[in-house]
């Protein structure tokens, strides 16, 4: 995975207090799990989990895009 990760994304299902977030890459599903998006905690839990398994992306990117789900919800 390279830095044009504009076709990363983020999909996130209410699971309770907390929401199943799933990252995709065009069409292939990269991680799920289920996690309070609303916890800085969390969001850095799951951040080092997607970029030690996918070495290519964007922390910053990434953690945008799960604050901004945690503004949405």
């Known amino acids: 995975m390279t830095a044009a990760e ?3 994304e983020l999909v ?3 699971d309770g207090k907390k929401h199943k977030v799933t990252v995709k890459f065009e069409t ?10 609303s916890s800085a905690s969390a969001r850095a839990k799951f951040v080092d989990a997607v970029t030690a398994k996918f070495g290519g992306i964007d ?6 895009r799960l ?3 945690a503004a949405t919800n």
């Open 6 to 8: 504009t076709n990363l």
């Open 28 to 37: 292939n599903v990269l991680f799920v799990d289920t996690l309070n998006v």
């Open 59 to 64: 922390r910053d990117l990434l953690d945008a």
């Open 12 to 14: 996130s299902e209410p």
């Open 67 to 69: 604050m901004a789900l």
